[in-house]
């Protein structure tokens, strides 16, 4: 089972509407999750940080954590062109002892 | 506020050399990680630095290795290149462990 998992995509989304993005991880002691957006060429750039359960908003963005489903998701709302790119989740596990665990990221375009 | 400065951007090595890879991080950021970056296995961590003393270490062979300076500036090395060793090789830097981390652009290794 890999660690943290999230589909791949594409995912295409037509412009104005909510992009759902998810994310699964497998260890149960993960305490802080993370969402990235990496454009093509460029390195990640965080978007959001989340370590209770329930919701985080910012701006367009919610994040989502449910640590009894293991899941994490990132909501973009009405959504742009230029929130095309690919977007990382990432796991610290309890402790904080191995870096940043990342998904393979989700690739998502935004249709105008 | 200067982000996480990477340098070289770029680097084109031959099999069997060695290269050293610098980082230096966000002003007051004592936590440095590293982090390999390819197409197939995404983004996989090397390790971590807190003041001067690496504190974690991910899944990598032993010619990767690296170091912290007391001004929390970081390098790598990487011995007896391999051609699999081609990769964006990214620096990121927190305040403390388990905060987020933001990442330098990168520097892309080809190695021919």
């Known amino acids: 089972q890999k660690e943290v998992e999230q589909n791949s995509g594409p995912l295409s989304v037509p412009e104005g509407a909510i992009a759902s993005l998810n994310c699964t991880y497998s260890d149960r002691g993960s305490q802080s999750f993370f969402w990235y957006r990496q454009y093509s060429g460029k390195s990640p750039e965080l978007i959001m940080s989340?370590?209770?359960?329930g919701d985080k908003e910012d701006g367009r963005f919610t994040a989502q954590l449910n640590k009894a489903s293991q899941y994490v998701s990132l909501l973009i709302r009405d959504s742009q062109p230029s929130d095309s790119a690919t977007y990382l989740c990432a796991v610290i596990r309890g402790g904080g002892a191995d870096g940043l665990t990342f998904g393979k990221g989700t690739h998502l375009i935004i249709q105008p | 506020k200067a982000g996480v400065t990477q340098t070289p951007r770029y680097l084109i090595k031959t099999r069997g050399q060695q290269v050293t890879l610098s980082c230096s991080p966000i002003?007051?950021?004592?936590?440095v990680s590293w982090y390999q970056q390819t197409p197939g296995q995404g983004l996989q961590f090397l390790f971590e630095?807190?003041?001067?003393?690496?504190?974690n270490k991910g899944n990598f062979p032993g010619r990767f290795s690296g170091r912290q300076f007391s001004n929390s500036r970081s390098e790598m090395n990487v011995s007896t290149l391999e051609l699999g060793d081609s990769a964006l090789y990214l620096c990121?830097?927190?305040?403390?462990?388990?905060?987020?981390?933001?990442f330098g652009d990168g520097t892309r290794l080809s190695i021919l």
């Open positions: 630095y807190f003041s001067e003393t690496q504190r």
């Open positions: 989340i370590y209770s359960n």
């Open positions: 990121a830097s927190s305040s403390l462990a388990g905060q987020p981390q933001h």
């Open positions: 002003s007051g950021h004592r936590s």
